[in-house]
C-alpha cells in the first residue's frame, strides 16, 4: 500500500468511527455511528406482531427502514414523502440492510415478533448503506438485550455481529472506506458485508468506469476484511 489520500489517510485506513448507543431513548434499542462526516441515526422498534405469512408459525422477523434527511448532503434533497413514494436506492438499500440483520438473526428464538431497524442518515459523505447496517446491528442488538432481561425470550437470537465497510479503486489504487469525494470518481465502487467470524453476508461490487480482474477482487475483499 502506498500513496495518500485527498484526507490524509493511507489507503487501508478506516475513518474515524464511533457508535454512540442508546442515542434515542424512546426506542427499545438505538446507535448513532459516525464514519468521518457521515453520521447515521439507527433505532430498533419491537412490535409484537409478525408479517401475515409468518403468523402462527412461531417465528419473527427483522426488516429495515431507510431514509436520507433533506439536508444530509451539500444540497437540498426533496422528502420522498412528497414524491408519493420511495426511490428505488432508498428501496435497494433498506433492503440490503434487512438481508444483512436477518442473515445473523434465529427467528424461532426470537417468537412472534417483529423488530423494525430503521436507519436515518443524518449527514452523508459516501458509505451511507455500510455505515447504516453496522448502526443498525448495534441498535438491533441492544433491543434484543432489552428482550432477554425482561424475559420475553429465553435465548439470544443473534449468531454473530455483522457489519459492513466500502471498499473501491481509485486512480488504480485499492483503498476502504470511501467518502463521497473519492466514491464519485472511483473505477470500481464495493461494499461488502460480513460477519464477525469472517463469513461473507453480501458483496455489491460495480466497475464504473472500467472491469476488474479477479485479483482486484481479492485485494478489495481483504480490505473489508480488515476494515
Given at each position: 500500500?502506498?500513496?495518500?489520500?485527498?484526507?490524509?489517510?493511507?489507503?487501508?485506513?478506516?475513518?474515524?468511527?464511533?457508535?454512540?448507543?442508546?442515542?434515542?431513548?424512546?426506542?427499545?434499542?438505538?446507535?448513532?455511528?459516525?464514519?468521518?462526516?457521515?453520521?447515521?441515526?439507527?433505532?430498533?422498534?419491537?412490535?409484537?406482531?409478525?408479517?401475515?405469512?409468518?403468523?402462527g408459525?412461531?417465528?419473527?422477523?427483522?426488516?429495515?427502514?431507510?431514509?436520507?434527511?433533506p439536508?444530509?448532503?451539500?444540497?437540498?434533497?426533496?422528502?420522498?414523502?412528497?414524491?408519493?413514494?420511495?426511490?428505488?436506492?432508498t428501496?435497494?438499500?433498506?433492503?440490503?440492510?434487512?438481508?444483512?440483520?436477518?442473515?445473523?438473526?434465529?427467528?424461532?428464538?426470537?417468537?412472534?415478533?417483529?423488530?423494525?431497524?430503521?436507519?436515518?442518515?443524518?449527514?452523508?459523505?459516501?458509505?451511507?448503506?455500510?455505515?447504516?447496517?453496522?448502526?443498525?446491528?448495534?441498535?438491533?442488538?441492544?433491543?434484543?438485550?432489552?428482550?432477554?432481561?425482561?424475559?420475553?425470550?429465553?435465548?439470544?437470537?443473534?449468531?454473530?455481529p455483522?457489519?459492513?465497510?466500502?471498499?473501491?479503486?481509485?486512480?488504480?489504487?485499492?483503498?476502504?472506506?470511501?467518502?463521497?469525494?473519492?466514491?464519485?470518481?472511483?473505477?470500481?465502487?464495493m461494499?461488502?458485508?460480513?460477519?464477525?467470524?469472517?463469513?461473507?453476508?453480501?458483496?455489491?461490487?460495480?466497475?464504473?468506469?472500467?472491469?476488474?480482474?479477479e485479483?482486484?477482487?481479492?485485494?478489495?475483499?481483504?480490505?473489508?476484511?480488515?476494515?
Amino acid at each position: 500500500m502506498v500513496g495518500m489520500r485527498t484526507d490524509g489517510r493511507k489507503p487501508d485506513d478506516l475513518r474515524p468511527v464511533t457508535i454512540e448507543p442508546g442515542a434515542a431513548p424512546f426506542a427499545e434499542g438505538s446507535a448513532l455511528i459516525t464514519a468521518g462526516m457521515t453520521r447515521v441515526l439507527c433505532t430498533a422498534s419491537v412490535q409484537e406482531e409478525v408479517p401475515p405469512f409468518l403468523k402462527g408459525k412461531g417465528r419473527g422477523w427483522v426488516t429495515a427502514e431507510y431514509s436520507m434527511l433533506p439536508r444530509a448532503t451539500s444540497t437540498r434533497t426533496p422528502r420522498e414523502i412528497t414524491r408519493g413514494r420511495p426511490e428505488g436506492r432508498t428501496q435497494e438499500i433498506q433492503r440490503l440492510i434487512g438481508r444483512a440483520l436477518r442473515s445473523v438473526t434465529d427467528f424461532a428464538a426470537l417468537g412472534e415478533r417483529t423488530i423494525i431497524v430503521d436507519c436515518d442518515c443524518l449527514q452523508a459523505d459516501g458509505g451511507t448503506r455500510t455505515a447504516a447496517i453496522t448502526g443498525g446491528w448495534v441498535a438491533l442488538a441492544l433491543a434484543i438485550r432489552g428482550l432477554l432481561k425482561a424475559g420475553a425470550i429465553t435465548r439470544d437470537p443473534l449468531a454473530e455481529p455483522v457489519a459492513a465497510v466500502s471498499v473501491g479503486i481509485v486512480g488504480g489504487q485499492a483503498v476502504l472506506d470511501l467518502p463521497y469525494i473519492e466514491d464519485s470518481g472511483a473505477d470500481v465502487d464495493m461494499n461488502i458485508v460480513m460477519t464477525a467470524s469472517g463469513r461473507l453476508v453480501e458483496i455489491q461490487g460495480t466497475a464504473e468506469r472500467s472491469p476488474f480482474s479477479e485479483t482486484d477482487l481479492t485485494a478489495l475483499l481483504a480490505l473489508a476484511r480488515k476494515g
